[in-house]
């Protein structure tokens, strides 16, 4: 085995970051080259005065197993907090308050009727005997679910009102995607994290990938334009230089690698052409604090009730530290809303959601001191159906002799923890081929 073979990783996102972590701990010679001045991608933080605001993720889970086992390897648990686990459901004109680890606050709350609440625990009980074995981090694992859209699947597996209540929010809320868009696959998967606690990092999401970043050769400012597989090597071009190695980890959102990857086959055409939602995140400080009245983290607005904002978040319910003075809520708009705001100008956007804040938390518009907008037009990838037969027949496919490797949350589950399970695997593939 030669270990210090060269590999050049295209992305420090996190699945880049963590695939590079890995390898340099088999004992690979590892370069991350990155595009912009700073490592983390979509686990961005902006830190201004007075607020440390997650731009892109916004909260882990205490069941991301690769997440915290990374976090436990970088010495950083300390970081780790818990945000309160009640969420508020927009329904009719109140906000519905939900205990995340309580189903029965559901029919308590009156939130779910009685024939619905039945409906809900006896799918939901069927579901868990079904999914015993797949892991939730693993996407490829959920393949023998992938073969219808939520919408058709949940109407009849609990009725409407829970895809229209529950499932729809949720998918909105944490991927700007609608339950027709999106394989049942998606949220069987997720039905896994439900035991699970919502949790952060103290100092902000992106002290997880910046952590990382210590340890490993970056090079920042270096969009990767061309890859060449020369055959005795792979050569990465960047506007300076070229880079030579003996593998190339594309860790970028699939647009990108389609442009960089040019020998490819079939089934990573396929995932190439994988297309993602769009949102704006607008961060607003208010003047005092929201948490003595609302004990949410986050509020959900069921399509249903919404113009354009699919989640609000009380920053200072996810941690009192986020915010020095007042109340921060970080609002989310739902896919096609983001589609449709994101080249207007700021102003226009921000008038827009003041306005429809105002319907679900009178008056909040008299408390806003300060505003923050950002467009995230790459946010996340759709799960259309057939997604996760695509990646288990990338993974069972790929064999020594393949020297350029695909990784990135359009290669998982949606989410950070989902591109870090494909920075391993990649990780652990390269190690593989080396080793036998
Ligand atoms: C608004 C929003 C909210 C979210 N909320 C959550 C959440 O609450 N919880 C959760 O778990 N997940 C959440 N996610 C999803 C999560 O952020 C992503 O799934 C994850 O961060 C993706 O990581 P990645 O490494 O696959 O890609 P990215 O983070 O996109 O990393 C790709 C990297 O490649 C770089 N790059 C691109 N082109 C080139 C090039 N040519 N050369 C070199 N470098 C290049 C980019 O600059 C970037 O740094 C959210 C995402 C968004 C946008």
Do not use: C
């Not at 648990?77 to 939900?98: F, H, W």
């Not at 070229?242 to 020998?263: G, M, P, Q, R």
């Not at 109340?327 to 589609?339: E, F, H, P, Q, R």
């Amino acid at each position: 085995m030669n270990n210090r073979k060269k590999i050049a990783i295209i992305g420090s996102g996190i699945s880049g970051l963590t695939a590079g972590f890995y390898l340099k701990k088999h004992g690979f010679d590892v370069t991350v080259l990155e595009a912009n001045p700073k490592v983390g991608g979509r686990m961005a933080t902006f830190n201004s005065e007075k607020y440390i605001i997650d731009t892109g993720a916004q909260f882990l889970s205490s069941g991301y197993k690769n997440i915290l086992k990374l976090i436990k390897e970088l010495n950083i648990a300390d970081e780790i907090v818990e945000t309160t686990q009640i969420g508020g459901i927009v329904k009719g004109n109140r906000i519905y308050s939900l205990n995340y680890h309580n189903p029965f606050s559901l029919i308590v709350s009156g939130f779910l009727n009685f024939k619905e609440f039945i409906s809900l625990a006896f799918g939901s009980f069927k579901l868990k005997k079904e999914t015993r074995r797949p892991s939730p981090s693993n996407y490829s694992d959920w393949h023998q679910f992938d073969n219808e859209n939520t919408q058709d699947w949940s109407d009849q597996f609990f009725g409407k009102t829970i895809t229209e209540y529950l499932l729809e929010p949720t998918l909105e809320a944490f991927y700007f995607q609608s339950p027709e868009e999106t394989s049942k696959a998606l949220p069987i998967a997720l039905s896994k994290y439900n035991t699970f606690k919502t949790i952060t990092l103290k100092s902000g999401i992106n002290r997880l990938p910046t952590k990382i970043a210590e340890n490993l050769k970056i090079e920042l400012n270096s969009k990767v334009l061309e890859i060449n597989d020369n055959k005795t090597n792979i050569e990465i071009k960047t506007k300076d230089k070229s880079y030579f190695a003996d593998y190339a980890v594309i860790a970028t959102t699939a647009d990108i690698a389609k442009n960089l990857h040019k020998n490819t086959n079939s089934i990573e055409n396929k995932l190439l052409e994988t297309k993602y939602s769009s949102t704006i995140n607008i961060a607003f400080g208010l003047k005092n604090k929201l948490s003595g009245k609302f004990n949410y983290y986050g509020i959900f607005v069921p399509r249903k009730e919404r113009k354009n904002i699919s989640a609000i978040a009380i920053e200072s319910n996810k941690h009192s530290k986020r915010v020095a003075d007042g109340d921060l809520i970080n609002v989310m708009l739902a896919g096609k809303s983001g589609k449709k705001l994101i080249d207007k100008n700021e102003k226009e956007i921000i008038d827009e959601i003041i306005n429809e804040l105002d319907d679900y938390i009178p008056n909040i518009s008299n408390e806003i001191v300060f505003s923050k907008l950002f467009r995230w037009e790459k946010a996340e990838p759709y799960s259309y159906v057939g997604r996760s037969k695509n990646i288990n027949e990338y993974r069972e496919r790929i064999k020594k002799g393949n020297r350029i490797l695909l990784a990135g949350d359009y290669m998982g589950m949606p989410f950070t923890e989902g591109a870090v399970e494909t920075g391993v695997w990649v990780a652990n593939k390269i190690n593989q081929f080396e080793t036998v």
